[in-house]
């Protein structure tokens, strides 16, 4: 077995641990990305020493300890996305956290991979106390059923499951509209195109900041090395290519660390431009 996977550092004085959750090794074709081909896909990953054809979605929440509140930023698959994830609250565990000890849950969008972990298979609350924090725009449209008509199949699924895992706590749920501070010391930051109401997250203590991308950035060494590259994925594609530029164009500049959902893990590091792209160096790893 490999070590825990979890992963503390500081931000000003919030601590902040990453949570692995699992991988799920999806197979693609040459119609993953639209605007590219298999072939410029598989370069890359070979570029990254990954075998073709095959893509590695790791799974890493964030846990934000303010001080007086402990923030957690999606939510695992809790095993419903891939028989090969589902492990975060068993990190959680190793931090030293139990469910019901989290205060506040930051969701970025409505993706199955991001809010599953809020319920188990059986529909029971996993954070039984927790408060949970949606940006309205995901709201607006995945709990909307006109909205739901006429989408392909696998988009349908996703407002099905949206219900399944919203409907009966909608009361429970507060909703914000993204550039808002959501909690004291986390901003919102509107990241439109991935899906309609995509939100990333700012996490700022005393002078040091955290970028939490969410899924702006998927892999770095696809989509920060080829930031014009429109996955499936992404339901806009050309909005998603302009947030992920503004994006990755902002943490360069500004030098910030950033942290992204799908990143491997410990999922965070710092951006750099490199040729027509970017490219992630990892954080140091380092002993608290
Ligand atoms: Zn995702």
């Known amino acids: 077995m490999q070590g825990p996977g979890v992963h503390r550092t500081k931000v000003g004085a919030f601590q902040v641990t990453a949570l692995y959750d699992g991988t799920w090794s999806l197979p693609i074709d040459g119609t993953f990305v639209r605007n590219a081909s298999g072939g410029a896909v598989n370069r890359a990953l070979a570029n990254a020493f990954l075998p073709p054809r095959v893509l590695p979605i790791s799974f890493t929440a964030l846990?934000?300890?303010?001080?007086?509140?402990?923030?957690?930023?999606?939510?695992?698959?809790?095993?419903?996305?891939?028989?090969?994830?589902?492990?975060?609250?068993?990190?959680?565990?190793?931090?030293?956290?139990?469910p019901d000890q989290i205060d506040t849950i930051l969701i970025s969008h409505f993706h199955p991979d991001h809010i599953d972990g809020l319920k188990t298979k059986d529909g029971a609350k996993v954070f039984a106390k927790a408060e949970i924090v949606v940006p309205e725009p995901e709201w607006a449209f995945w709990m909307n059923d006109a909205k739901m008509a006429g989408q392909p199949?696998?988009?349908q699924r996703y407002f099905l499951n949206a219900k399944r895992i919203f409907g009966d706590i909608a009361d429970e749920v507060r909703r914000f509209k993204p550039g808002a501070e959501v909690v004291p010391g986390i901003t919102s930051i509107p990241a439109y195109g991935h899906t309609p109401g995509h939100t990333a997250f700012a996490i700022h203590s005393g002078n040091q900041s955290m970028l939490a991308m969410s899924d702006t950035v998927r892999k770095p060494y696809l989509f920060a090395r080829h930031p014009d590259w429109q996955p499936i994925f992404d339901m806009d594609g050309s909005l998603a290519v302009k947030t992920r530029r503004r994006m990755l164009d902002r943490a360069a500049a500004d030098r910030m660390l950033v942290e992204a959902y799908h990143f491997p893990f410990p999922a965070s590091g710092h951006m750099v431009r490199r040729g027509t792209g970017y490219e992630l160096v990892p954080v140091e790893w380092k002993p608290l």
């Open 153 to 155: 199949k696998p988009v």
């Open 63 to 98: 846990l934000v300890n303010t001080g007086t509140k402990l923030v957690l930023i999606d939510t695992g698959t809790a095993g419903q996305v891939a028989d090969t994830a589902g492990v975060m609250l068993d990190n959680l565990k190793i931090a030293g956290v139990t």
